[in-house]
């Protein structure tokens, strides 16, 4: 696994429960290992927004941020958010609807006993990290 640059962003997995921060370091590999494997994203910047866990493509301004998080309110889940002024989860529900669990038009949802799918996932990722490409793409 990748060490942590940033401090508070190592503080705040530390702070999460175990099962929890273990699931969430899931997800935070996926992000790191995605964004090394897609063109054009290049560095990705691991930071803290509204408190939690957040990856930028703050050099190529290639994507929208993805962050991770869990809330005391539902102990057993934890999210990947993306933003809510995008089309991605919109996106996301018409490739893979009996893949992802949706919370609205910000997040994917898991339950800590889920088996992830890492490959919607990775797609996920892919397309978030590199939407302002393609958007610039489509013009």
Aim: glycine share 4%; hydrophobic share 35%.
């Amino acid at each position: 696994m990748k060490a942590f640059e940033n401090e508070d962003v190592a503080e705040k997995f530390e702070a999460y429960p175990p099962a929890i921060r273990s699931r969430l370091l899931v997800l935070r590999s996926l992000i790191l290992e995605t964004a090394e494997n897609t063109d054009g994203v290049g560095p990705i910047e691991e930071t803290l927004k509204w408190g939690e866990p957040a990856y930028v493509t703050s050099q190529s301004k290639s994507g929208t941020t993805v962050r991770v998080g869990w809330k005391k309110a539902q102990p057993s889940r934890y999210a990947m958010y993306f933003h809510c002024r995008t089309s991605l989860i919109e996106t996301f529900r018409a490739l893979f609807p009996d893949e992802l669990r949706f919370e609205g038009n910000r997040a994917i949802v898991f339950d800590e006993s889920d088996e992830l799918p890492e490959d919607a996932l990775r797609f996920c990722i892919a397309a978030a990290l590199t939407y302002h490409r393609s958007k610039r793409a489509s013009r």
